[in-house]
């Protein structure tokens, strides 16, 4: 298997087939759990989707075609974020670990200043806490109830990281929590 990041244009030759994939498919870790026409839209003109913090993928696999969208975000903090789409049809297939694996590659090698690569997830989405392991992330901080959730009580947002040079040699350094015990 083989994953590729193509670059999307939001406002341009892939605007319908972002809004389509944005409002066809359900995130129900996120936020905004099924996204309207008019939120991708007014996203877009934010320039959430591209600015000079934001860039925009389609994840492509060789044999499956578009799986998913990728988006990184503070890019101008030389510590991107991201977040990871896919679409309905291929999720719980075991995708999202050489998806991950080929994002943080892309970042380090094409991005010299960055030392850093974060994400951050809802504590009950397991697959991408999952996969955030897999790929040699480490858990950095657990913000209790600091996700809201629509109608219902909020849940911890967990943290992970991973350093260049855990990347580049394939480590997964750590730290002590209670340095101060
Ligand atoms: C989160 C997401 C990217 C994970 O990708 P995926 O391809 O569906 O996940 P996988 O099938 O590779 O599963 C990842 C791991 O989670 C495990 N898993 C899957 N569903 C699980 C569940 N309900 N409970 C516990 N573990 C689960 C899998 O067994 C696998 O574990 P393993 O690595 O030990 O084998 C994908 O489901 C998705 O796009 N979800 C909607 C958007 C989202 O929530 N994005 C995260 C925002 S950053």
Redesign the pocket.
Known sequence: MSISLRRLDPTGADHEDLVAFMTD??????VVPRPTRAQVESWVGEGAYRDEDNDSFWVEHDELGRV?FFRLEDLSDDAPL???????D????????E??RAATDHVFRTMPQVNRFE????ED???????F??CGFLKEAHYREGWPVDGADPVASVAYGILRRDWETGTVSTFVWEDLA
Request: net charge positive; no cysteine.
């Open positions: 498919n359900e995130f129900p870790f996120h998913g991201f977040d990871l789409r896919l679409a309905l291929f999720r719980g297939r075991g995708l999202s670990r998806i991950l994400g951050q997830t809802r989405n397991l697959p991408m806490r999952r996969t392991l897999r």
